[in-house]
């Protein structure tokens, strides 16, 4: 199991060390970095200078990894627009990036499972296959489109829910937080719900699938010729098998919201990462294009290496080293 | 041993699963007695209804299979008119079952031990300990060496032969009157194979259960059972003592079934299969479903109604019965 552990570090840390290299060819040869720190009134010798000061006269192997070991650092420069420290924006921005996502991860999650399972074991039910086709529409529909829909309904026709920001946060430390204002909690309903519908709409059709192929295997036809009663067959037998599978997917899904929170976030006019990065590309503003970049891809990298460590903890049969023959 | 009340008796048991292209009979008129502490070896081809009547027994049938006719009586209950709720806690507590495979029969992510006590409690009124102590003396009954130290782990730390004994504690650990073992050792190795039927055998002697053992495989039949049903296309085609049975078919079916099985007792004669196959269900010939393949069909064979063992001589399903040349002659 050690050894497995340690290849999937190495592998992530792999990953990593591609996407730094995407990053810093953006910086590399998207527009010319001095030309962009530079205004119009600049003379050679300017200019050479602080080709010096970057770096940029090294080999490029060099310049990569100086690049590298500042970006470990969290230093990705000056924003081109902002003119602030990159890090500095990117965590202001990120609390309300990482609450968007866990309210919306969450949602999906418990709500996909907690239908994916009714939906199966009330495979033949009216009720279950109105979700099923809603499910259909709910996977099909564009997510900019659900969230223009849902402002069309709750906050255009009926007034109930704010249709843009972030409404009232409150600062704890470095973080601030939605959580805690009747506003902050309001704003946040539509975008989760943008958001999350996608990947739970995907949950609860994936934890149904796999539901449906493990009420069918042996050990639960053996348990019910045991007389274990339907609800233990059901949450206990098949549920925990049915996870297994599902976990992985489940995670490389909660893993793709904080991703896929830019469109949300623009949408609603979310001011988390993912706003940041699209007005970040109006502007070519290129250390926070690549700043973004690599900070999703090590959340990625992260929440996947999470996801392996929980398949061990719940399939015993993972946890053995396995001593003898193949796997 | 007649006179007691079986502990299963299946009287005229039919099965259909209705299709597209009408109602297939897999189970067709098909009565037996098991008593306690005796084997009932039920053996036919693949698809001969041997699964469908020991599913049909414990209220498990996949729909659209169903019951439409006959009865089922369990220690002289009727069971088959149970549903649902009422059929669960019988389930188990008074019948078993085991399957084929072994590693696919028990829950991966549960321990052995998990299993075991939920099953207990389930149908006994015991504590946590009581049953765990329970699934310890369980596991010890069916030869696991070191239960104590082996009952909180996982099915996959265990071998095939081993599972299959976890299986059979599992399924007698409520302490059913009826076992049904739908071909227990097929999926084992030839090596454990012996030792499982052993295992069984011991098993319905010590604790008085009966057991169904459906099998493909005559020489566990002629090891175990004390009693041997042969079924085929979803009929009986002959059911005896077992000794009988295999030294003296009645049915050509039997007899045909016989020769085509390396038995010890056949000694060096040359392996025969029958000619031809099963006829699928949707397209049974009239009369006796064996005439197509049979050697001594004549035209009565093939006309309606077929053989029964009523209307035949009790044994085998049969108008011509071999095998029968003294009891003729005693008659006679
Ligand atoms: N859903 C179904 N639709 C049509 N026919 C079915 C269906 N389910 C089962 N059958 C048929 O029912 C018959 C009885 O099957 P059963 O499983 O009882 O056979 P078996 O004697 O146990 O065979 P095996 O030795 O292969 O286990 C088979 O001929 C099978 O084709
Ligand atoms: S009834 Fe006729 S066809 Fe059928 S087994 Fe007997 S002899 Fe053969
Ligand atoms: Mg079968």
Redesign the interface.
């Given at each position: 199991m050690l050894a497995y552990i340690i290849r999937r570090v190495l592998q992530s840390i792999l990953v990593l060390f591609v996407v730094g290299l995407v990053a810093f060819a953006m910086f590399r040869f998207v527009g010319d970095p001095v030309d962009n720190m530079l205004g119009q009134e600049r003379t050679q010798a300017d200019i050479e200078r602080l080709r010096e000061q970057l770096g940029l006269d090294q080999p490029f192997v060099v310049q990569y990894w100086r690049f590298l070991e500042q970006a470990a650092q969290g230093n990705f420069g000056l924003s081109y627009r902002q003119g602030r420290p990159v890090s500095e924006i990117l965590l202001e921005r990120l609390p309300a990036t990482l609450e968007l996502a866990f309210v919306s991860g969450l949602m999906a999650l418990l709500g996909g499972i907690a239908l994916g399972i009714f939906t199966a074991i009330r495979r033949s039910g009216i009720s279950a296959n109105i979700i099923m086709t809603a499910s259909l529409i709910g996977v099909s529909l564009p997510t900019f489109l659900i969230g223009i829909l849902l402002i069309y309904v709750f906050s255009v026709e009926l007034g109930w829910l704010p249709s843009f920001g972030r409404g009232e946060v409150t600062r704890i430390g470095g973080w601030t937080t939605g959580f805690l204002t009747e506003s902050g909690l309001k704003a946040l309903i539509l975008p989760a719900i943008t958001l999350g519908l996608y990947q739970m709409t995907l949950i609860m059709r994936l934890v149904r699938t796999e539901m449906l192929e493990v009420l069918r295997m042996d050990y639960i036809r053996f348990a019910r010729a045991r007389g274990i009663r339907e609800k233990s067959i059901n949450f206990r037998h098949a549920l925990k098998n049915t996870l297994v599978p599902v976990i992985t997917i489940t995670g490389l899904q909660l893993g793709s919201i904080i991703a896929f929170a830019i469109i949300t976030e623009t949408v609603f006019q979310w001011p988390g990462v993912g706003l940041l990065f699209i007005n970040a590309i109006q502007f070519v503003d290129i250390p926070v294009m690549a700043a973004y970049l690599m900070l999703i891809s090590v959340m990625f990298v992260g929440i996947n290496l999470i996801v392996d460590m929980l398949y061990f903890a719940i399939d015993p049969r993972l946890r053995v080293d396995r001593t003898a023959g193949g796997h | 041993m007649t006179e007691k009340t079986p502990v299963l008796s299946v009287r005229n048991l039919v099965v259909e699963i209705p299709t597209r292209h009408g109602i297939l009979r897999p189970v067709d008129n098909v009565s037996y007695d098991i008593h306690a502490g005796e084997i009932l070896g039920v053996v036919g081809e693949s698809g001969a209804g041997k699964s469908m009547t020991g599913n049909a027994v414990?209220g498990?049938l996949d729909r659209p299979a169903r019951i439409t006719s006959g009865e089922i009586l369990l220690s002289g209950q009727h069971i088959h008119t149970l549903k649902g709720e009422a059929l669960?806690?019988?389930?188990?507590?008074m019948m078993?079952?085991i399957?084929q495979?072994p590693l696919?029969?028990?829950?991966?992510?549960?321990t052995v031990g998990d299993?075991l006590t939920?099953?207990i409690q389930?149908?006994l009124k015991v504590g946590q300990t009581e049953a765990r102590n329970r699934a310890i003396a369980a596991l010890e009954e069916v030869g696991i060496p070191a239960a104590r130290s082996r009952i909180d782990s996982?099915p996959?730390?265990f071998s095939g032969g081993m599972r299959q004994r976890v299986?059979i504690a599992?399924?007698l650990c409520?302490e059913p009157d009826l076992v049904i073992a739908d071909e227990p050792t097929t999926a084992l190795d030839v090596s454990v194979q012996a030792q499982i039927v052993a295992l069984l055998k011991r098993l319905c002697r010590e604790k008085g259960v009966a057991v169904m053992l459906v099998t493909h495989d005559m020489g566990v039949i002629a090891e175990a059972a004390d009693r041997v049903a042969v079924m085929y296309a979803g009929r009986l085609a002959e059911l005896g003592p077992v000794r009988e049975v295999l030294t003296a078919a009645h049915h050509p079916y039997t007899a045909g079934l016989m020769a085509s099985t390396p038995l010890a007792s056949q000694g060096k004669e040359r392996l025969r299969q029958i000619p031809g196959a099963m006829p699928r269900l949707g397209n049974l010939p009239d009369g006796c479903a064996f005439h197509p393949r049979c050697d001594y069909a004549q035209d009565r064979c093939r006309a309606n109604p077929g053989p029964t063992l009523d209307t035949c001589d009790g044994r085998a399903a049969c108008w011509f019965p071999l095998n029968t040349k003294q009891k003729d002659e005693v008659s006679a």
């Amino acid at each position: 199991m050690l050894a497995y552990i340690i290849r999937r570090v190495l592998q992530s840390i792999l990953v990593l060390f591609v996407v730094g290299l995407v990053a810093f060819a953006m910086f590399r040869f998207v527009g010319d970095p001095v030309d962009n720190m530079l205004g119009q009134e600049r003379t050679q010798a300017d200019i050479e200078r602080l080709r010096e000061q970057l770096g940029l006269d090294q080999p490029f192997v060099v310049q990569y990894w100086r690049f590298l070991e500042q970006a470990a650092q969290g230093n990705f420069g000056l924003s081109y627009r902002q003119g602030r420290p990159v890090s500095e924006i990117l965590l202001e921005r990120l609390p309300a990036t990482l609450e968007l996502a866990f309210v919306s991860g969450l949602m999906a999650l418990l709500g996909g499972i907690a239908l994916g399972i009714f939906t199966a074991i009330r495979r033949s039910g009216i009720s279950a296959n109105i979700i099923m086709t809603a499910s259909l529409i709910g996977v099909s529909l564009p997510t900019f489109l659900i969230g223009i829909l849902l402002i069309y309904v709750f906050s255009v026709e009926l007034g109930w829910l704010p249709s843009f920001g972030r409404g009232e946060v409150t600062r704890i430390g470095g973080w601030t937080t939605g959580f805690l204002t009747e506003s902050g909690l309001k704003a946040l309903i539509l975008p989760a719900i943008t958001l999350g519908l996608y990947q739970m709409t995907l949950i609860m059709r994936l934890v149904r699938t796999e539901m449906l192929e493990v009420l069918r295997m042996d050990y639960i036809r053996f348990a019910r010729a045991r007389g274990i009663r339907e609800k233990s067959i059901n949450f206990r037998h098949a549920l925990k098998n049915t996870l297994v599978p599902v976990i992985t997917i489940t995670g490389l899904q909660l893993g793709s919201i904080i991703a896929f929170a830019i469109i949300t976030e623009t949408v609603f006019q979310w001011p988390g990462v993912g706003l940041l990065f699209i007005n970040a590309i109006q502007f070519v503003d290129i250390p926070v294009m690549a700043a973004y970049l690599m900070l999703i891809s090590v959340m990625f990298v992260g929440i996947n290496l999470i996801v392996d460590m929980l398949y061990f903890a719940i399939d015993p049969r993972l946890r053995v080293d396995r001593t003898a023959g193949g796997h | 041993m007649t006179e007691k009340t079986p502990v299963l008796s299946v009287r005229n048991l039919v099965v259909e699963i209705p299709t597209r292209h009408g109602i297939l009979r897999p189970v067709d008129n098909v009565s037996y007695d098991i008593h306690a502490g005796e084997i009932l070896g039920v053996v036919g081809e693949s698809g001969a209804g041997k699964s469908m009547t020991g599913n049909a027994v414990v209220g498990l049938l996949d729909r659209p299979a169903r019951i439409t006719s006959g009865e089922i009586l369990l220690s002289g209950q009727h069971i088959h008119t149970l549903k649902g709720e009422a059929l669960r806690r019988l389930r188990g507590k008074m019948m078993g079952m085991i399957f084929q495979d072994p590693l696919t029969s028990l829950n991966p992510l549960l321990t052995v031990g998990d299993q075991l006590t939920e099953t207990i409690q389930e149908h006994l009124k015991v504590g946590q300990t009581e049953a765990r102590n329970r699934a310890i003396a369980a596991l010890e009954e069916v030869g696991i060496p070191a239960a104590r130290s082996r009952i909180d782990s996982y099915p996959h730390e265990f071998s095939g032969g081993m599972r299959q004994r976890v299986v059979i504690a599992l399924a007698l650990c409520a302490e059913p009157d009826l076992v049904i073992a739908d071909e227990p050792t097929t999926a084992l190795d030839v090596s454990v194979q012996a030792q499982i039927v052993a295992l069984l055998k011991r098993l319905c002697r010590e604790k008085g259960v009966a057991v169904m053992l459906v099998t493909h495989d005559m020489g566990v039949i002629a090891e175990a059972a004390d009693r041997v049903a042969v079924m085929y296309a979803g009929r009986l085609a002959e059911l005896g003592p077992v000794r009988e049975v295999l030294t003296a078919a009645h049915h050509p079916y039997t007899a045909g079934l016989m020769a085509s099985t390396p038995l010890a007792s056949q000694g060096k004669e040359r392996l025969r299969q029958i000619p031809g196959a099963m006829p699928r269900l949707g397209n049974l010939p009239d009369g006796c479903a064996f005439h197509p393949r049979c050697d001594y069909a004549q035209d009565r064979c093939r006309a309606n109604p077929g053989p029964t063992l009523d209307t035949c001589d009790g044994r085998a399903a049969c108008w011509f019965p071999l095998n029968t040349k003294q009891k003729d002659e005693v008659s006679a």
